[in-house]
């Protein structure tokens, strides 16, 4: 058992959930981070009941001033913070569609989550996994951050985009340090809405014939946090079922 301290945003419900109770099985002290206060509560309870320990840690990811103060409050009731999971990047009621259609409020929004919010959140956490000579930050992107789809979705894809190139030369940053930096490149998750055509075609593409689950991503941010995964860093690792859609 670990004894390491984790903070994973957008952890209320779904593949953020899965992650933060894998992160609890295997030892790890959690930080529960979602917009959804109601949210939070039921990632903590599940933890907790189970003989876990889990706080919250109330933020929204864009705001860096709530995210540096929850960060040291969190740190103050477990430990300071040894992983950074970066999962918060499905921005409340950001609109999907063509970018022809699109204004520049939502190319903010789009970036403002996946990008400044992943940065506000690193930028809080990452001294202190220096100066200790140990971390991990891993972000959760997405396949369509490497693949052209006509799904409506290049804003969030050029913002998952940016937010992996911005890792791949921070890992180089830190590495000497011990500190790895990693993102995981999710296929079609279970929670995704496949009644519309375009993601029934996209389903057709998965091999393996059937969509994630917030446990296949779990298992991967664990090995990441492990001994053995110390020896990747600045990779993008791609889940997604060996999806023709991704790469
Ligand atoms: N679901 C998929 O098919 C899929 C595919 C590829 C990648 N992903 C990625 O996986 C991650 C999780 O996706 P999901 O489907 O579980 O999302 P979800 O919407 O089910 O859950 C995300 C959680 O994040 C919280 N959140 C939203 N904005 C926030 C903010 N500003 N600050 C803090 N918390 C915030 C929400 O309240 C919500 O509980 C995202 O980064 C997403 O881009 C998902």
């Known amino acids: 058992m670990t004894g390491r301290v ?10 953020g959930q899965g992650i933060a109770i894998a992160l609890a099985e295997a030892g790890y002290r959690v930080a529960v981070n979602d917009l959804d206060d109601q949210r939070t509560k039921q ?8 003989g876990g320990t889990a706080v919250s840690a109330p933020f929204d990811v ?14 103050g009731e477990l430990d300071p ?19 022809l259609d699109s204004t520049p409020e939502d190319w903010h929004t789009q970036i403002g989550i996946n990008m400044i919010g ?3 959140v690193i930028h809080a956490a990452l001294p202190g996994m220096v100066e200790r000579g140990w971390g991990r930050v891993i ?13 409506g979705t290049s804003l969030y894809a050029g913002s998952k985009a940016g937010i992996e190139g911005f890792l791949r030369h921070l890992s180089h940053e ?18 995704v809405g496949t009644e519309i055509p375009a993601m029934k075609a996209l389903l057709a593409g998965v091999p393996v014939g059937r969509l994630g689950t ?19 860093t600045g990779q993008t690792i791609h889940l997604n079922g060996g999806s023709v859609h991704g790469r």
């Open 6 to 15: 984790a903070l994973v945003t957008g952890a209320g419900r779904s593949v």
């Open 43 to 50: 990632t903590i309870d599940l933890i907790n009941s189970s």
């Open 62 to 75: 864009t705001d860096p001033s709530a995210v540096a103060s929850a960060i040291a409050h969190a740190a």
């Open 81 to 99: 913070i040894d992983v950074v999971v970066n999962n918060a990047g499905i921005a409340e009621g950001a609109r999907r569609g063509p970018f």
């Open 118 to 120: 992943s940065m506000n």
């Open 139 to 151: 972000q959760i992107s997405s396949s369509a951050a490497s693949v052209g789809l006509n799904i």
């Open 174 to 191: 830190v590495g000497a340090a011990g500190v790895t930096v990693n993102s995981l490149a999710l296929g079609l998750m279970n929670n």
């Open 214 to 232: 917030p446990a296949d991503v779990g298992g991967a941010v664990l090995w990441l946090c492990s001994d053995p995964g110390s020896w990747v």
